[in-house]
């Protein structure tokens, strides 16, 4: 596989999106993994769950303003430049 | 060589009130330079070589770029601009990362590396694996064998870029953009182990001390690897490729699980409860990081000597 700094900035970018659409009551909280399952243990091992949906739930709530602009940048690019 | 010396003394005493008398016969010939040179006061320092040449020819045609007082007063300006630049940048790079924590990275000797390299070849006989502390912070690679460095990644890095490149020369499929890609392939590959182990630490709950760029170390220190593999596969052919490949996956892995055996699992006698994760799921992290390491040689290299 030959990679280039360019596929790996389409790759971040791809998958930032991809955990920024999950849809918190429609999606998450109908799995299980909504925000309310995901502060169970009060000790100091939270658990793999807990820390993946910590995980989900910060990274909408900090990259939603970044992500809109980045994709709009993206978008304009992929129109002028193909 | 009096003349420049005296050049410089007479424009200071100029400045002041005038040579004595018994000097203005000797340099009458300065007199026309030596009020440009008052102004820059740096000048006559500057060039004191000219100084000579320029009494024997007398006159300011022979230094009108720095005896014009436009040119310097724009070369202080500039100077001056650039020292500003330079302290915007590094104010700025310092935002994101501290410079301070990557120098202690750059602080090796040449003792240090000559035995982390053979520590990287042959780790057998490597007894003590601990990083010793002084009062809380890590000592630098130049004191503590085991300290991890980033000279040695960087330095593996661009001598395996260059290796790809001699390899594919021989191979003639040599080109400057495979060269790029191959770099950038290299790269790349460091981004996304690293990534994985922050992400595979943060998700575990390991509480190491662990900094981004101590993983960025450890997962430089396959280039080493790499480098002997290449070489013995150009040297040797497929059967010299193989057996160091071999040798090198295997002395890595046992570098990597000692290495990071101290740092992740806690070597205290305390069961379970310390610092949030399961013994064998750190246990896990350490072997899948271990067992990463051949993939990526074997992957990043194989095509070098086919």
Known sequence: ?82 | MDLPHHGYRSTKQRTRGGPPSSDSVLFDDTSATAPMNSQGYYTPSGYSVDGPSADLQGGPGANNLFTDPVASAAMMYGSSLANQGKDMVNKEISRFMSVNKLKYFFAVDTKYVVKKLMILMFPYTHQDWEVRYHRDSPLTPRQDVNAPDLYIPTMAFITYILLAGIALGIQKRFSPEVLGLCASTALVWIIIEVLVMLLSLYLLTVHSDLSTFDLVAYSGYKYVGMIFTVLSGLLFGNDGYFVALAWSSCALMFFIVRSLKMKIIPSSDSTMGMGGAKPQLRLYITVATAVFQPIIIYWLTSHLVR
């Not at chain 1, 659409?21 to 658990?47: A, C, N, T, Y």
């Not at chain 1, 602009?69 to 002028?80: A, D, E, Q, T």
Request: aromatic share 8%; charged share 15%.
């Open chain 1, 1 to 82: 596989m030959a990679f280039t700094l360019y596929t790996l900035i389409q790759t971040a970018i791809l998958c930032t999106n991809a955990v920024a659409v999950l849809h918190e009551e429609r999606f998450l909280s109908k799995i299980g993994w909504g925000v309310e399952q995901g502060v169970g243990g009060f000790g100091d091992d939270p658990g793999v769950k807990a820390q993946v949906l910590n995980l989900i739930r910060s990274v909408r709530t900090v990259m939603r303003v970044p992500l809109i602009m980045v994709n709009s940048v993206c978008i304009v690019l992929l129109l002028l430049f193909g």
